[in-house]
């Protein structure tokens, strides 16, 4: 059985047997008798296997090395060590062996030595919390935008349009780097790769998203994602998952309630089926993390335009490295200090258009656009959003001034032409999700194998 | 509101006012009066609404087109025509305009004409039944795994390692085609690209989700993977998703089980929760359907062995393509007469090692694998798995044999290494259970937007 459902239901099981496998994490052994430190891996918890030298193995099993499998029958008792039950062990099967040289040993290791045993680190007590709250946080996610009648869209990787800036976007190809193919121009034939064209894979499935969202009204998305960025910080990975819900008869206002409304359910799922795993982080990452969730699931979040963000930050005193300009971007330390001046999360909205997308909805004041980012405290930008331009016109002309290659989405602008109705949408990083949650501070350290550049080992 | 909501509990709102938002879905406006067929695609039903000339705006309603996005304020009734139901409309406001040359009119289209209009396609009838029941078993998927404690696992599409043959797998670059560096052998330099190396999109996240199995016990991987097969059939695409779980302390026969368990859910799941979609196909698509899937609920999967299937076939009245052998391959009209003679789902174990993976787990007559596929009436094989090999070096020397590079999963063949345990795992293709599903027969009309050789649009 799962250690899971043992520890859900333990009482049920006292003085009863059970057979269980997992993993040996630590071993202490006595002249006759010895204690396991036992997990399968299907929660936080760990049994404690006590053995004598009763079983017909004993000398055998008190050989046993940390990162043994085993398999275990025994009758559950109460403990008279520190946790409350332990296994009184009848039977030990070694079912793999594990030899002294396993890296994975019962002591701290580095992260940074642990990204090095990508395949092996989830076997630490860190990064089971860690995994297991990233599967736990991916459902609660599933889970909200089902019950809230969103259907989920399987948006496409492959593209052929170049509407995000082709330098952002991988090439893929099944040509042979070596032997290329070329046309009577002596450029490289891309009518003879698998898609007739020249492709990519994209970074976002907005595009999509907004079609399926003037069918079905709530869509989301929830996929992988790919960035070229050269860039070796705490925060960017090339390879990450998205979530980008996409809402037809919704404005900025409906947008930012759909984003509250989801994180709050996301944290307070976690809250209720990771605690164990939270605990944890709270305990060896970051003290107060509890605290600070669930804080934000009674918070009131506030909703702030650029130009009101512009005047806090310009009003305040501090000596910022980058001066806030209306009119301009805002940059981390902006970010954090809104989020603790307000003491919580603020949505801020009414971005200026030329540091926004295309496809966001022109303000009446022709200057800003109706975008609304996220920012939360210890995360920063946690989501980014806008109502989308729905006027078929407005949004060609702000395509053609940004130089997208219009010709590759016209279905896209088409949207706005049959029944395309006032519609808004979102997306959140999942990874940054999970740092939020954990408050684990590099991004190498949320993703099973992190790719970086110069760095898709394993 | 959400129609989905309001059919919900219809009884509820009967005479009392609601807004709702959808798309005019066919509009009869008569001389003093109207009806409009009314959908915001959160569920398969329409609504009927009926308005009059009382309405301020009654004859700019009556120029409503198919298509129009409209809110709409009325009062729920008892209808007099073949619904149950309808709405008596108090106002109608127009929110998105759609011109006569709309694509999608209320009349029966041909599936290669919509096809290419793959972005308008989901406002049918059909597609919206079966991208609604493609999110909902999406979901049966993510509940069955999560609430049987598997960790959902994001294992990386990125990868440099080159053992599923790099000729079925996509190159991804950074490189300008036109504009490559050479080495001093006048061969591309791959220490150029992103990640210093030739790299490639997986085809399959087994190899990491082994990894992780070893640690969390039972995990699942539910995401996009890609062929570079220029095959154009109907069951072929090149980007399609996965779902491929991998379980610790799981032998062939304990893999069968879960395989089996989890169809019946899933299929159970639909039932429930997509039942007006389902009966949608039953009748637009496949007759029967439903009886076959409630029969599927309720079956006893067989399980024979290659062997015993090659002594069926072999003994079988039938004519066939390609002759039956002992230590060969079966054809499709070999899975099709097994299912039929069964008259139910069958599993297939043991299948001669030649024609499997070389990390599948040799039996005792060193000529067959633990291998095990499914097949189902109607569609083929649904599900390949099988126990895998845990013996270092009888991975290494199948490796070797099958011409893998080593040297590229050095940390995979390393699991069987420390505490490595049997396990088994199994893949499923997502598009083939749609297939399954809905009775639909081509594999371009169960993702939003397919990519086949050639055809990458959208």
Not at 32 to 55: A, K, N, P, R
Not at 219 to 227: A, K, L, M, Q, V
Not at 323 to 333: F, M
């Amino acid at each position: 059985m799962d250690l899971k459902d043992l520890f859900k239901d333990i009482d049920k099981y006292l003085d009863n047997n059970v057979t269980i496998s997992g993993w040996i994490k630590n071993h202490r052994d006595q002249k006759t008798f010895g204690f396991i430190d036992f997990s399968d891996g299907t929660c936080q918890d760990h049994l404690q296997i006590v053995y004598d030298e009763s079983l017909a193995n004993f000398k055998e099993i008190q050989k046993l090395l940390v990162g043994c499998a085993i398999e275990v029958t025994g009758k559950i008792i109460k403990s008279s060590g520190r946790q409350a039950y332990e296994m009184q062990a009848q039977n030990i099967k070694l079912l793999g062996d594990c030899p002294e040289d396993f890296p994975i040993q019962p002591k701290r290791h580095t992260k940074e030595f642990l990204r090095e045993q990508a395949y092996l680190r989830p076997r630490t007590n860190l990064f089971q919390a860690i995994f297991r709250l990233r599967s736990i946080a991916a459902q609660a996610i599933h889970e909200y935008f089902q019950s809230h009648n969103y259907v989920y869209v399987h948006t496409p990787l492959l593209t052929t349009a170049d509407c995000e800036g082709s330098d952002q976007m991988f090439k893929v190809t099944t040509l042979d780097f070596n032997n290329l193919p070329l046309d009577e121009n002596k450029k490289v034939d891309m009518k003879k790769d698998l898609f007739n064209k020249l492709t990519f894979i994209t970074g976002t499935g907005q595009l999509h998203g907004e079609a399926f969202a003037m069918a079905f009204k709530k869509i989301y998305t929830f996929g992988p994602t790919f960035r070229t960025e050269k860039s070796n910080t705490k925060t960017h990975a090339n390879e990450f998952w998205m979530i980008e819900p996409e809402i037809a008869f919704c404005d900025l206002n409906g947008l930012m309630d759909i984003e509250e409304d989801m994180l709050k359910f996301i944290v307070q799922y976690c809250l209720d089926k990771a605690h164990k795993e939270l605990e944890f982080c709270d305990k060896f990452v970051e003290n107060g993390l509890l605290e600070r969730l669930n804080k934000l699931v009674k918070a009131k979040f506030n909703r702030i335009t650029h130009n009101e963000a512009i005047d806090i930050l310009k009003k305040a005193d501090v000596k910022w490295e980058f001066t806030p300009e209306y009119g301009e971007d805002i940059a981390k330390e902006h970010e954090k200090y809104l989020t603790e001046y307000f003491n919580g999360p603020v949505f801020i909205t009414n971005w200026p258009k030329d540091i926004k997308a295309w496809y966001m909805k022109l303000n009446d004041d022709g200057k800003t656009v109706a975008a609304v980012d996220l920012e939360v405290p210890g995360a920063g930008e946690l989501m980014g959003g806008s109502q989308r331009e729905d006027d078929y016109h407005k949004l060609i002309q702000r395509a053609k001034e940004l130089g997208v290659d219009v010709d590759t989405v016209d279905w896209f602008c088409n949207l706005r032409k049959y029944g395309g109705a006032y519609h808004s949408g979102f997306g959140m990083g999942f990874e940054r999700l999970i740092i939020y949650l954990t408050g684990v501070d590099n991004i190498r350290d949320v993703i099973p194998f992190p790719r970086t550049p110069g760095s898709c080992d394993f």
